[in-house]
Protein backbone atom coordinates (compact mmCIF):
# COMPACT_ATOMS: atom_id res chain seq x y z
CA UNK A 1 0.00 0.00 0.00
CA UNK A 2 0.85 3.42 -0.77
CA UNK A 3 1.73 6.41 2.10
CA UNK A 4 2.35 9.84 2.90
CA UNK A 5 4.35 12.08 5.36
CA UNK A 6 4.00 15.33 5.51
CA UNK A 7 6.57 16.41 7.68
CA UNK A 8 5.13 19.66 8.87
CA UNK A 9 2.06 20.30 10.23
CA UNK A 10 2.33 23.89 9.79
CA UNK A 11 5.11 26.25 8.31
CA UNK A 12 4.90 29.97 9.20
CA UNK A 13 6.63 32.22 6.39
CA UNK A 14 7.28 36.17 6.04
CA UNK A 15 5.72 37.98 2.93
CA UNK A 16 7.83 37.55 0.15
CA UNK A 17 10.47 34.76 1.71
CA UNK A 18 11.08 31.35 -0.25
CA UNK A 19 9.12 28.50 1.22
CA UNK A 20 9.03 24.37 1.13
CA UNK A 21 6.91 22.13 2.44
CA UNK A 22 8.49 18.82 2.33
CA UNK A 23 6.56 15.34 1.75
CA UNK A 24 7.86 11.95 1.57
CA UNK A 25 5.91 8.79 0.18
CA UNK A 26 6.10 5.31 0.53
CA UNK A 27 5.46 2.69 -2.18
CA UNK A 28 6.46 -0.96 -3.59
CA UNK A 29 5.20 0.15 -7.32
CA UNK A 30 5.40 3.22 -9.56
CA UNK A 31 3.50 6.18 -7.99
CA UNK A 32 2.00 9.59 -9.28
CA UNK A 33 2.57 12.35 -7.11
CA UNK A 34 0.26 15.61 -6.25
CA UNK A 35 0.39 17.90 -4.72
CA UNK A 36 -3.17 19.78 -3.58
CA UNK A 37 -4.01 22.89 -2.18
CA UNK A 38 -7.11 23.80 -0.16
CA UNK A 39 -8.30 27.52 0.89
CA UNK A 40 -9.95 28.91 3.52
CA UNK A 41 -13.52 27.78 3.35
CA UNK A 42 -12.89 25.60 0.15
CA UNK A 43 -12.65 22.78 -1.58
CA UNK A 44 -9.31 21.19 -2.62
CA UNK A 45 -7.59 21.39 -5.94
CA UNK A 46 -5.14 20.76 -8.01
CA UNK A 47 -1.76 22.64 -7.48
CA UNK A 48 0.99 20.53 -9.77
CA UNK A 49 1.35 16.24 -10.83
CA UNK A 50 4.04 14.78 -11.39
CA UNK A 51 3.37 11.71 -13.95
CA UNK A 52 6.49 11.04 -15.54
CA UNK A 53 9.48 12.65 -17.46
CA UNK A 54 11.17 15.61 -16.28
CA UNK A 55 11.30 15.68 -12.48
CA UNK A 56 10.42 19.11 -12.05
CA UNK A 57 7.21 20.29 -12.20
CA UNK A 58 5.26 23.50 -12.48
CA UNK A 59 2.22 24.15 -10.75
CA UNK A 60 -0.06 27.61 -10.66
CA UNK A 61 0.26 30.73 -8.56
CA UNK A 62 4.70 29.66 -9.07
CA UNK A 63 4.62 26.88 -6.82
CA UNK A 64 6.69 23.62 -8.27
CA UNK A 65 8.38 20.44 -6.74
CA UNK A 66 10.78 17.64 -7.74
CA UNK A 67 10.16 14.59 -7.94
CA UNK A 68 12.73 12.23 -6.20
CA UNK A 69 13.39 8.74 -6.44
CA UNK A 70 16.04 7.88 -4.37
CA UNK A 71 14.66 9.72 -1.87
CA UNK A 72 11.11 9.31 -2.12
CA UNK A 73 10.21 12.46 -1.78
CA UNK A 74 8.30 15.29 -3.94
CA UNK A 75 8.68 18.46 -1.89
CA UNK A 76 6.97 21.69 -2.78
CA UNK A 77 8.63 25.11 -3.12
CA UNK A 78 8.08 28.82 -4.39
CA UNK A 79 10.40 31.48 -4.31
CA UNK A 80 8.18 34.20 -2.63
CA UNK A 81 5.31 33.76 -1.00
CA UNK A 82 2.47 35.84 -0.67
CA UNK A 83 -0.64 36.43 1.74
CA UNK A 84 -2.95 35.00 -0.59
CA UNK A 85 -0.64 31.73 -0.43
CA UNK A 86 -1.87 30.97 2.89
CA UNK A 87 -3.45 28.30 3.39
CA UNK A 88 -3.80 23.96 4.01
CA UNK A 89 -1.19 22.00 1.19
CA UNK A 90 -1.85 18.33 0.70
CA UNK A 91 0.47 15.83 -0.89
CA UNK A 92 -1.33 13.16 -2.69
CA UNK A 93 0.12 9.57 -4.13
CA UNK A 94 -2.01 7.10 -6.72
CA UNK A 95 -0.36 3.71 -7.73
CA UNK A 96 0.44 4.34 -11.91
CA UNK A 97 -2.39 1.68 -12.07
CA UNK A 98 -4.84 4.15 -11.32
CA UNK A 99 -6.39 0.89 -10.19
CA UNK A 100 -6.64 2.42 -6.69
CA UNK A 101 -7.87 5.82 -5.09
CA UNK A 102 -5.35 8.94 -4.12
CA UNK A 103 -3.81 8.48 -0.82
CA UNK A 104 -3.19 11.65 0.54
CA UNK A 105 -1.02 13.18 3.36
CA UNK A 106 -2.33 15.11 6.81
CA UNK A 107 -1.83 18.03 4.97
CA UNK A 108 0.32 20.98 6.23
CA UNK A 109 -0.71 24.57 7.16
CA UNK A 110 0.95 27.56 5.60
CA UNK A 111 0.80 30.77 7.11
CA UNK A 112 1.97 33.98 5.20
CA UNK A 113 2.69 36.73 7.57
CA UNK A 114 2.73 40.37 6.51
CA UNK B 1 -22.36 26.52 -11.88
CA UNK B 2 -19.97 24.43 -10.13
CA UNK B 3 -19.00 21.14 -11.48
CA UNK B 4 -19.23 19.55 -8.04
CA UNK B 5 -22.20 20.06 -5.84
CA UNK B 6 -23.00 19.44 -2.00
CA UNK B 7 -26.05 19.54 -0.32
CA UNK B 8 -26.66 20.42 2.39
CA UNK B 9 -23.53 22.63 2.78
CA UNK B 10 -24.15 23.17 6.62
CA UNK B 11 -26.03 20.77 9.13
CA UNK B 12 -26.32 20.62 12.56
CA UNK B 13 -28.39 17.51 13.66
CA UNK B 14 -28.80 15.24 16.76
CA UNK B 15 -27.26 11.87 18.06
CA UNK B 16 -28.88 8.78 16.48
CA UNK B 17 -31.01 10.79 13.66
CA UNK B 18 -30.43 9.65 9.85
CA UNK B 19 -28.16 12.44 8.32
CA UNK B 20 -27.81 11.84 4.19
CA UNK B 21 -24.99 13.96 2.26
CA UNK B 22 -25.86 14.41 -1.83
CA UNK B 23 -23.26 14.80 -4.21
CA UNK B 24 -24.10 15.90 -7.64
CA UNK B 25 -21.42 16.35 -10.27
CA UNK B 26 -21.96 17.87 -14.52
CA UNK B 27 -18.28 16.81 -15.32
CA UNK B 28 -19.13 13.37 -16.75
CA UNK B 29 -16.67 11.54 -14.61
CA UNK B 30 -16.94 8.03 -13.82
CA UNK B 31 -15.10 7.66 -10.35
CA UNK B 32 -16.50 9.62 -7.36
CA UNK B 33 -15.43 9.56 -3.63
CA UNK B 34 -16.73 10.50 -0.11
CA UNK B 35 -13.75 11.82 2.19
CA UNK B 36 -14.26 13.54 5.81
CA UNK B 37 -11.66 15.97 7.01
CA UNK B 38 -10.86 16.65 10.71
CA UNK B 39 -8.11 18.98 12.06
CA UNK B 40 -4.62 17.36 11.93
CA UNK B 41 -6.13 13.88 10.20
CA UNK B 42 -6.02 15.54 6.65
CA UNK B 43 -8.66 13.87 4.45
CA UNK B 44 -9.73 10.58 5.04
CA UNK B 45 -11.39 8.14 2.38
CA UNK B 46 -14.85 6.69 3.46
CA UNK B 47 -15.84 4.76 0.46
CA UNK B 48 -15.65 5.32 -3.68
CA UNK B 49 -17.38 4.14 -6.66
CA UNK B 50 -16.10 3.62 -9.98
CA UNK B 51 -18.49 3.40 -11.57
CA UNK B 52 -22.52 3.31 -11.03
CA UNK B 53 -21.87 -0.53 -10.32
CA UNK B 54 -18.87 0.03 -8.04
CA UNK B 55 -18.67 0.71 -4.49
CA UNK B 56 -15.73 0.03 -2.21
CA UNK B 57 -15.16 0.97 1.54
CA UNK B 58 -12.58 3.48 2.40
CA UNK B 59 -10.17 3.31 5.11
CA UNK B 60 -13.25 4.67 7.88
CA UNK B 61 -16.36 3.10 6.28
CA UNK B 62 -17.66 2.20 9.91
CA UNK B 63 -21.19 3.99 10.46
CA UNK B 64 -21.41 4.96 7.11
CA UNK B 65 -23.44 3.44 3.69
CA UNK B 66 -23.67 5.11 0.37
CA UNK B 67 -25.75 4.78 -2.79
CA UNK B 68 -24.12 5.56 -6.45
CA UNK B 69 -27.73 6.58 -8.10
CA UNK B 70 -26.65 7.36 -11.31
CA UNK B 71 -22.79 8.25 -12.62
CA UNK B 72 -23.55 11.73 -11.28
CA UNK B 73 -24.79 11.12 -8.11
CA UNK B 74 -23.07 9.62 -5.40
CA UNK B 75 -24.78 10.30 -1.20
CA UNK B 76 -23.77 9.33 1.73
CA UNK B 77 -25.82 8.27 4.65
CA UNK B 78 -25.01 8.11 8.43
CA UNK B 79 -27.85 5.46 9.50
CA UNK B 80 -27.44 6.75 13.12
CA UNK B 81 -24.90 9.81 14.08
CA UNK B 82 -22.60 10.19 16.57
CA UNK B 83 -20.68 12.98 18.04
CA UNK B 84 -17.45 12.01 16.78
CA UNK B 85 -18.88 12.22 13.36
CA UNK B 86 -18.90 15.90 13.35
CA UNK B 87 -16.72 16.76 10.37
CA UNK B 88 -15.99 18.50 7.09
CA UNK B 89 -17.34 16.03 4.52
CA UNK B 90 -16.22 16.32 0.90
CA UNK B 91 -17.65 14.47 -2.47
CA UNK B 92 -14.78 13.88 -5.11
CA UNK B 93 -14.96 12.99 -8.64
CA UNK B 94 -12.30 11.71 -11.00
CA UNK B 95 -12.23 10.43 -14.36
CA UNK B 96 -10.67 6.58 -15.15
CA UNK B 97 -8.66 8.03 -18.68
CA UNK B 98 -6.31 10.43 -18.87
CA UNK B 99 -6.69 12.51 -15.29
CA UNK B 100 -5.50 8.93 -13.46
CA UNK B 101 -5.35 10.97 -9.80
CA UNK B 102 -6.28 14.00 -10.95
CA UNK B 103 -9.24 14.77 -8.85
CA UNK B 104 -11.96 17.56 -8.47
CA UNK B 105 -13.45 18.81 -5.46
CA UNK B 106 -17.12 19.97 -4.06
CA UNK B 107 -17.24 22.89 -1.65
CA UNK B 108 -17.73 20.37 1.60
CA UNK B 109 -20.23 19.60 4.27
CA UNK B 110 -19.93 20.82 7.58
CA UNK B 111 -21.61 18.49 9.88
CA UNK B 112 -21.96 18.64 13.36
CA UNK B 113 -23.40 15.91 15.80
CA UNK B 114 -24.49 17.33 19.45
Known amino acids: AQSVTQLDSQVPVFEEAPVELRCNYS??????LFWYVQYPNQGLQLLLK??????LVKGINGFEAEFNKSQTSFHLRKPSVHISDTAEYFC????????????FGKGTRLSVIA | DADVTQTPRNRITKTGKRIMLECSQT?????MYWYRQDPGLGLRLIYY???????NKGEISDGYSVSRQAQAKFSLSLESAIPNQTALYFC?????????????FGPGTRLTVL
Open chain 2, 92 to 104: ATSDSGLGIGEQF
Open chain 1, 27 to 32: SSVSVY
Open chain 1, 50 to 55: YLSGST
Open chain 1, 92 to 103: AVIKNSGNTPLV
Open chain 2, 27 to 31: KGHDR
Open chain 2, 49 to 55: SFDVKDI
